[in-house]
């Protein structure tokens, strides 16, 4: 057994009374939802604005809808929250002194946005000059403090659920990033481990220029469901997670991706949640313009989720090295990450 101090980190098993997730390695994941509904109800029920025409404030919230959690992977904390949360609004216009309500939506409550970028849609029950007025009042002033308060929400969210995620190592720092406790220790298994496995030869041919194809197949088992599968595919924070950050990923009809530095880019060409995706798909080192498609079937079997690829159109000379650039950059990692498998191999 290797030393602490010596070799890869990761390997390594730590004196440590709780004997889990050694060096903080696997994907910990602690749920928020319930104190992230309570909190949010009690964050908007306080929103009030006042000015020269009237005032309004938020009477009630009827509905929120989504979940929030707090995840630990390698000594990094990752935030994932996403709600749709419906009230009513309701307020006095000074010059009638009569009473108006109204309903919002908050749609668009997630780590995708910052809090400036959330949208609150307003209106009003009555279709009235005075009731016009106090909606267009609750839809700006008040959504300025819909946002101020939500983004209360998202750093208390952080400060509650950031405690005690990530375990405390041999040194006993429970703050300090992983690879920065370890930054004067020579690691390069784990720097070739991190690398994508891509072809070393450049971009060759012509557009138009016709080359030889093959078909890749592969069938993968994961010990997940397939909600869990189909969302570490699709699911821009969880892709990040195992393809590293800056990436370009919009899992929609038509919207194109870019991954790995931008040594994978393509298309979404079809998505039907839990059970398939469709993508065009290219290696920057194949010929300039020259698109596979990729597809990916997802089904239950006997308590694992079996995921079968079905790839036309890859350069014959790039055939094998495609296939190793799934199991190593896509499967095996996912495996390591979400706890997919045991088998790290």
Known sequence: MAKWGEGDPRWIVEDRPDATNV???HWVEKNATSWSKDKIKELLKSVKIESEKGSCEIK???HIEGEASANNRKAKLIFFYEFEIKGEW???LNEDQ????????IPNLSEEYEPKEIDVNVTADKSCDEAYQLKELFRTQGTERIREQLAKYIADLKSEYGQNIILPTKAGNQDQPLAQQNSNIENKP?????????????PQGEVGVRISTSKLTMTEDFQCQASDLYRALTYKPMVEAYMGGDIIFEPAKGERFSLAGGNIVGEFVELIPEKLIVQRWRNKSWPCEHYSEVTLEISDK?????LNLT???VPSSEIEKT???WKENYWNRMRQIFGFGSRIF
């Open 60 to 62: 009630e919230i009827t």
């Open 190 to 202: 784990k720097q070739e481990l991190n690398k994508f496995v891509t072809s070393n030869t450049k």
């Open 23 to 25: 060096n903080n390695w």
């Open 311 to 313: 790839q036309t159109g």
């Open 323 to 325: 296939r190793e650039g």
């Open 90 to 92: 309701s307020g006095i």
């Open 302 to 306: 006997e308590g694992t989720t079996k």
């Open 98 to 105: 009569k009473s108006y309500k109204g309903k919002f939506v």
